[in-house]
């Protein structure tokens, strides 16, 4: 199965609801991506899951990490980016592993 970007992004965005669909393709989708999601060094993770799963605001998410919001934006679609690499069989993400991480990303 490859996974689109989007699929990605919509996977992240409605976890919570596709969580009740009681469907095999969402629940083999659903498990591929709780799979990975553990994969994505901590600073993709956070903002990741925060901003677009549980739906925190930005600016919460920010002082949370205690970085500036675009920050949050930079890194959640990093974080998305490395998820969909993983979820269709990549096994190590070059640009963003958890060694190579940009400095500016990282918690000041």
Not at 14 to 20: G, I, K, M, P, Q
Not at 26 to 44: A, E, G, I, S, Y
């Amino acid at each position: 199965m490859t996974y689109s970007d989007e699929e990605v992004r919509v996977l992240v965005e409605e976890y919570l609801e596709l969580r009740s669909i009681d469907r095999s393709f969402v629940r083999v989708r659903l498990m591929d991506l709780t799979k990975n999601l553990p994969r994505l060094p901590w600073v993709l993770l956070y903002p990741l899951v925060m901003h677009y799963s549980l739906h925190y605001p930005v600016d919460m998410v920010a002082d949370a990490m205690d970085v500036h919001p675009n920050t949050i934006y930079r890194r959640a679609e990093a974080g998305l980016e490395q998820l969909t690499h993983y979820m269709n069989g990549g096994t190590r993400w070059s640009t963003y592993s958890e060694e190579s991480v940009p400095s500016s990303l990282w918690p000041q």
